[in-house]
């Protein structure tokens, strides 16, 4: 007896062209399918979310907090107001 990877029943094994079939039924199949997709996209979310704690901690190490980050963007709005200014012809 061999257990079906999708439920882990136990099911009685008739080979399939010489390979071990690992599921009891083409329902367990399409499922066992179905669950590969979703654990894929579940990487996929996990990766994106690692991404961005990397990305904070990198920000966070440049500029230490949001306030910093928004005082830096204050002076470069005021900076370029500036430069824009003077090239008005
Ligand atoms: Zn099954």
Redesign the pocket.
């Known amino acids: 007896m061999k257990k079906?990877?999708?439920?882990q029943?136990p099911?009685e094994e008739t080979t399939n062209n010489g390979r071990n079939k690992s599921?009891?039924?083409v329902?367990?199949r399409r499922?066992t399918e179905l669950e590969i997709r979703r654990i894929n996209d579940r990487i996929a979310g996990l990766e994106k979310v690692s991404e961005s704690y990397r990305m904070n901690i990198l920000v966070l190490e440049l500029y230490g907090s949001e306030e910093s980050v928004n005082a830096e963007l204050n002076r470069q709005e005021i900076r370029l107001k500036e430069l824009l200014s003077v090239m008005t012809d």
């Not at 079906?4 to 439920?7: A, F, M």
């Open positions: 079906c990877i999708k439920y029943a099911f599921y009891c039924s329902a367990c499922s």
